[in-house]
């Protein structure tokens, strides 16, 4: 079967650094994708990895590694408005995503 | 219209009746998508088109049907609404199946 794996929550405090894990079990491999979603909103795209490294977006970063069925989301500086559930999606043999249920990440002041 | 909407926005439905959920993009994106979203899960993809006049079936299929028959336009139709239908429902358009998908603001749907 399919399967992505996330910490259902995590806690941080306001201007500090969060790493949210992502695991993943697919059939096949086309990419990894992290989006963010606020509270009753829709998601909206954060970053895309498709090689093994690190991809540096700003304040965000996102790593993969392949041989691992592995990634990770960092966030560095924290912000309130950075409170939201993050979603890791895989791209599957059929290009389809598979997404993981979601981490809600609470920022405190 | 800018990028991608979807009506109603919310809706309470009885069970037995059929409801189509409208989506609507101006990006001229050839992929769209339909996600239902539950407490718990992850986004569980219902049916999708890669471009206009095809379509496909997702994860979650049964008691939808979609159809395409045009580049904007991607209508989500419940024949019979049972109450397990009950979920946020999300419609997304991508310019390929490759690419990032963009998603419109959700119509939350109460089968009672």
């Known amino acids: 079967g399919q399967n992505i794996d996330q910490p259902t929550e995590m806690t941080a405090t306001e201007g500090a650094i969060v790493q949210i894990n992502c695991t993943y079990q697919?059939?096949?491999?086309?990419?990894l994708f992290w989006y963010q979603q606020h509270a009753g909103e829709a998601p909206t795209f954060l970053s895309y990895n498709v090689l093994d490294g690190l991809e540096e977006k700003g304040r965000f970063s996102s790593f993969l590694s392949r041989s691992k069925g592995y990634s990770y989301l960092l966030l560095k500086e924290l912000q309130m408005k950075d409170s939201a559930s993050y979603l890791c999606a895989v791209r599957d043999s059929n290009y389809q995503l598979i997404w993981g249920a979601g981490t809600k990440l609470i920022i405190k002041p | 219209i800018a990028g991608i909407t979807q009506a109603p926005t919310s809706q309470i439905l009885a069970a037995g009746r059929r409801m189509t959920l409208r989506c609507t993009q101006d990006?001229?994106?050839?992929?769209m998508y339909w996600y239902r979203q539950d407490l718990g899960l992850g986004l569980r993809l219902i049916h999708y088109s890669n471009t206009a006049g095809t379509t496909g079936k997702g994860e979650v299929p049964d008691g939808y049907s979609v159809s395409r028959a045009n580049t904007d336009d991607f209508p989500l139709t419940l024949a019979s609404a049972v109450p397990s239908q009950t979920s946020v429902y999300f419609c997304a358009s991508a310019d390929s199946p490759n690419n990032e998908q963009f998603f419109g603001p959700g119509t939350r749907l109460t089968v009672l």
């Open positions: 697919t059939s096949g491999f086309n990419g």
């Open positions: 990006m001229r994106h050839n992929a």
